[in-house]
């Protein structure tokens, strides 16, 4: 069952969270799929995903009280992924979470059996996304391309280049994900 569980990574500026939120307007109804929201340290006001927002104190308590079934600390920020956010997996949903490179060895340990996919976009296109969102310096910019050209994705991981066209990107999401719900079937 963990197999459903999909674990969606790349560096900032590939369009995870476009992606996402291309999926949960765009899916069709069969496979059934739930985009796990995640909790972070960031203010709700402060733009991107759709997250549940806690300070760092709250956030803490919240890991000591075993609230997260994946949690990991990225660029200044603390993520979580409630164990709620997991429930659809025992009704047959396939559950994507929005997970960080750095936290992947984690994640498998946890969860050695769920889907990776690597979401990946040419430096130039990262290079103008980043510096686009006005959130970095330019040297700040330059590290991050330095760190996802570093990264190797592990075996058997799914790899989307998300250049072009959002929708592009979104069906061949899409097809992993319908190729989970067939492989499940059976």
């Known amino acids: 069952m963990s197999r459903r569980l999909v674990?969606?990574?790349?560096?900032?500026g590939v369009g995870k969270d476009s992606l996402l939120e291309w999926l949960r307007t765009q899916a069709p109804a069969?496979?059934?799929?739930?985009v796990a929201q995640r909790t972070v340290t960031r203010p709700s006001g402060a733009g991107g995903e759709d997250h549940e927002a806690l300070s760092i104190d709250a956030f803490e308590q919240q890991v000591?009280?075993?609230?997260?079934?994946?949690?990991?600390?990225a660029n200044g920020l603390h993520y979580g992924i409630r164990h709620a956010e997991l429930a659809p997996l025992d009704h047959g949903q396939c559950v994507l979470v929005n997970g960080s490179r750095g936290h992947l060895t984690q994640a498998l340990?946890?969860?050695p059996d769920m889907t990776v996919v690597h979401i990946t976009a040419q430096p130039d296109t990262v290079r103008q996304r980043l510096l686009g969102r006005g959130r970095?310096?330019?040297?700040?910019?330059?590290?991050?391309?330095?760190?996802?050209?570093?990264?190797?994705?592990?075996?058997?991981?799914h790899a989307i280049a998300n250049d072009g066209p959002l929708?592009?990107?979104?069906?061949?999401?899409?097809q992993i994900l319908s190729r989970l719900d067939t492989a499940a079937a059976t």
């Open 7 to 12: 674990y969606v990574m790349g560096p900032s």
């Open 30 to 34: 069969e496979p059934a799929l739930h």
């Open 64 to 73: 000591h009280g075993h609230a997260f079934a994946l949690h990991w600390q």
């Open 109 to 111: 340990s946890a969860y």
């Open 136 to 157: 970095e310096t330019v040297d700040e910019v330059q590290a991050r391309l330095q760190r996802a050209r570093a990264f190797v994705a592990p075996p058997g991981a």
């Open 167 to 174: 929708q592009d990107a979104g069906l061949a999401l899409l």
